[in-house]
């Protein structure tokens, strides 16, 4: 009856759909990446990194990079070191893994690189010879040592070492933390624990700092 009150109620209700305030959708959430295999998990979480393992036996067999881990040679606050062989040579070496919040800090695996060149700038018998440094595998960074048969301090500690030998080793560690002084190096980490004696190639006693745990 009223045709152009029609046509304005029409033309109204087309306006308000046209003009009606469009929001922005919320994104859809993005799948979370892991960064340790680079792949999706339908649980949205990410792989435990190799130290995560609690059995050190479930990580014998692993390769990390060239080198296939053999057996743990001992654990602490700063990583895990394990007896690893070169898969190409079938050199033994000992291998320093970075512990598992090492993924989510960058300064972990700054302070192993100076490790590394620290380690390398004393050329000293008596400290240990660092041979790679690694901060590109999924596991974790990871420094690449000599491996080093022996007892520590802590061993000798329980035993009764004769005075003469016992002197030439404290002799060697000072010279060694001398040298280290003197490039204004300090090990962070010295304790009888981190302290080797093992043979020379004239079978000689020899102290050996292990790494530096730099400060």
């Known amino acids: 009856a009223y045709p152009d009150s029609a046509i304005s109620l029409e033309a109204t209700a087309a306006m308000t759909r046209l003009w009606r305030p469009r929001f922005p959708r919320t994104p859809a959430p993005q799948p979370m990446i892991c960064p340790g295999c680079l792949q999706e998990h339908a649980d949205g979480g990410i792989c435990p990194p190799l130290t995560a393992v609690a059995s050190p036996d479930s990580l014998i067999g692993k390769s990390l990079g060239d080198y296939g881990l053999v057996r743990e040679l001992g654990r602490g606050s700063s990583g895990v070191v394990f007896l690893a062989e070169h898969l190409a040579t079938g050199l033994n070496v000992a291998i320093k893994l970075a512990p598992r919040h090492a993924l989510m800090d960058a300064g972990v695996a700054r302070r192993m690189s100076l490790e590394a060149h620290f380690a390398n700038q004393i050329a000293l018998e008596s400290v240990v010879n660092v041979f790679d440094f690694n901060d590109e595998e999924p596991a974790g960074p990871y420094l690449v040592m000599e491996y080093l048969q022996g007892e520590t301090f802590l061993d000798l500690a329980a035993q009764r070492v004769p005075g003469d030998v016992a002197l030439n080793l404290l002799s060697q560690v000072a010279d060694a933390l001398g040298e280290a002084h003197d490039r204004s190096i300090v ?29």
């Open 187 to 215: 090990h962070a980490a010295l304790k009888p624990s981190n302290i080797l004696r093992t043979l020379g190639d004239k079978k000689q006693s020899l102290a050996k700092l292990l790494p530096f745990g730099v400060a």
